[in-house]
């Protein structure tokens, strides 16, 4: 049993960089999934499938690295929250990653999304990771 099912997806995210592999399988949840639609849409990551092949399902991301130097786009992805103690930023209070370099993935009660993202809606929520 996972006791925090988004810091194993980010760890499998970071070994398979380190391992320099060219396509991670994790398992499926809707969290999960919107986490990886904001890494897509960022550009961090090439691609993604999401198959229903067991109950649970599986996620199929394509890490993206530099064609000639093979330097990953992720080099670093760290949790922030955890279930045992969730960190919380509100608009006043909103981290800047890298001086805005980076991204801050929150879940507020719009979905998940970006700290720019939220920035711009005007609203704050958890902090899951950073990643730049």
């Known amino acids: 049993m996972n006791t925090d099912p988004i810091a194993d997806y980010l760890t499998r995210v970071r070994n398979?960089?380190?391992a320099n592999h060219r396509v991670v399988e994790i398992p499926a949840s809707n969290l999960k999934k919107e986490i990886t639609k904001?890494?897509?849409d960022k550009g961090y990551i090439t691609n993604y499938k999401f198959e229903d092949s067991t109950v649970q399902g599986?996620?199929?991301i394509?890490?993206?690295y530099h064609p000639i130097t093979k330097i990953p786009a992720i080099r670093t992805i760290t949790r922030v929250s955890s279930p045992g103690l969730r960190q919380y930023a509100g608009m006043d209070n909103m981290p800047r990653v890298l001086n805005g370099l980076g991204i801050a993935?929150?879940?507020t009660s719009k979905?998940?999304?970006t700290d720019k993202e939220a920035r711009s809606l005007n609203i704050g929520g958890e902090v899951l990771c950073y990643v730049y």
Do not use: H, P
């Open 16 to 18: 398979a960089i380190k």
């Open 38 to 40: 904001v890494l897509f």
């Open 58 to 60: 599986t996620i199929k």
């Open 62 to 64: 394509a890490l993206k």
């Open 105 to 107: 993935i929150l879940s």
């Open 111 to 113: 979905g998940v999304m």
